[in-house]
């Protein structure tokens, strides 16, 4: 891949809502010792007007009036292919904010394989992210290209958690439970209806992801030790003293793409992985089937497809928003993924007896969708740059801990809010 490109990285749907947070993260970033002074990279998008204000606004807000005439600007359209691969051969790296990935996500893929750049996208949509592994895996390994999906809380937390987990037990760990409890100030918390839209296309789509896999053709992972037994639909947690749901997000896919990847290409044991999610009382528990129900309902069919796209704050509770949240719901907001572990102590077979150890780890951090997804997708981007020697040696469409397990990600992050700990795990 050229060096001499005048950008490393290039932000595209920058002037987006969560692309202006994504902005405003590298240009922290930038200034920081590892990177100061030398990156240089750029906010792509349809229009100039509102890149310049984007640059502005991350300039006002950060206290840097020099970042507006060092942040390059690219005109770039999702509709328009040579605009894409204009952009993509002037920059290492994209990092792509444009969605929902199912419409917009795969010009951009094609443009970065073709022009020979990287590219990270925040996407939590299993049928595009598995769409684009079938399509353009072996194209990108020719070209010796990272195609790196789910780089934001849809999916960093939750498949880096697993190999936080995994190195951080002595013996071999075969099954975890994943716990998200995100937690807000008194004003509430939102998230803007982008992600609403994807989640209304993914389920509306079922049938799609199932045949795609069948596409890729994939044998079923082997199960080593105990089989994890799954939770039901709604069930109270004495772990954590309230009821909990299975979580709904692409965590539970981009998982179990990595722990494949580990078996094949390392040999590794693949790790069993159920995610859950915290609901509260019986009271949250009652509003919430009651939601899913009608959710359930409309999204089979086009009117009600309709309605759920045009009145996402009633649909959702007032969880997904227009607007999305204000930046005192986001100060106020935080969230904490725990991972339950077990496995067999050093020595021990997997095929007998059952799970002698355990072992319980969290990761951390500030508000979930445009405080953590903006930093978790700049280290993953920093890790492309800096981990060279670290990452695989062939290009490819991969999880993030698929390209990233032998990174310093886990250590990028923890110095930038999103705190990896072991809470518990069993004396040596």
């Known amino acids: 891949m050229a060096t001499e490109r005048p950008f490393q990285m290039v932000v595209f749907g920058a002037s987006g809502f969560t692309g202006q947070y994504v902005v405003q993260e590298i240009a922290r970033v930038a200034a920081e010792d590892e990177l100061r002074g030398s990156l240089r990279w750029a906010v792509a998008g349809r229009s100039r007007e509102k890149l310049q204000e984007v640059v502005e606004k991350a300039a006002t807000k950060l206290g840097k009036a020099e970042l507006k005439s060092e942040i390059g600007i690219i005109l770039s359209d999702v509709s328009d292919p040579s605009s894409l691969a204009s952009m993509a051969k002037q920059t290492n790296i994209v990092l792509n904010c444009v ?3 199912r419409f917009f996500g795969e010009p951009v893929v094609k443009a970065c394989v073709e022009n ?7 996407s939590g949509e299993p049928q595009y992210l598995e769409g ?5 895996n072996s194209k990108a390994e020719e070209k010796g290209v990272y195609i790196v999906g789910s780089c934001g809380f849809d999916s960093i937390p939750a498949d880096i958690g697993v190999l936080f987990t995994k190195n951080s037990l002595k013996g071999t760990l075969t099954a975890i439970e994943s716990f998200l409890t995100v937690k807000s100030g008194p004003e509430g918390a939102c998230i803007h209806d982008g992600t609403w839209k994807s989640a209304v296309y993914g389920l509306a789509d079922q049938d799609n992801l199932k045949k795609i896999r069948k596409q890729i053709g994939h044998k079923p ?20 003293k309230q009821y909990s749901i299975p979580f709904m997000g692409s965590d539970a896919s981009v998982v179990k793409r990595t722990q494949r990847y580990l078996h094949s290409h390392l040999q590794e ?12 009382g019986l009271t949250s528990v009652i509003k919430l089937m009651f939601a899913g129900l009608l959710f359930l309902m409309l999204v089979k069919f086009n009117f009600g497809r309709k309605l759920l796209l045009k009145y996402p704050e009633f649909f959702s509770g007032g969880h997904f928003t227009k607007d999305g949240p204000t930046e005192k719901q986001m100060e106020e907001s935080s969230f904490e993924m725990t991972f339950l572990g077990e496995g067999y102590s050093t020595g021990q077979n997997l095929e007998e007896g059952k799970p002698d150890v355990k072992i319980c780890t969290q990761v951390r951090g500030p508000e979930a969708g445009y405080v953590t997804t903006p930093i978790a997708m700049v280290q993953a981007a920093v890790a492309l740059l800096k981990d060279k020697n670290s990452l695989p040696k062939k290009g490819g469409v991969y999880s993030p801990g698929a390209v990233f397990y032998n990174t310093k990600l886990v250590e990028r992050l923890n110095k930038h809010g ?3 700990s072991v809470i518990s795990k069993p004396e040596a």
């Open 132 to 136: 684009m592994y079938l399509h353009y």
């Open 99 to 101: 969605g929902p990935y």
């Open 116 to 122: 020979g750049t990287n590219c990270i996208d925040i």
């Open 269 to 280: 044991t693949p790790v069993q992985y159920a995610a859950y999610t915290t609901v509260g």
């Open 418 to 420: 999103i705190e990896f």
């Open 221 to 240: 992972l082997p199960v080593f030790g105990a089989k994890l037994k799954r939770r039901g639909t709604v069930f109270y947690s004495n772990e954590f």
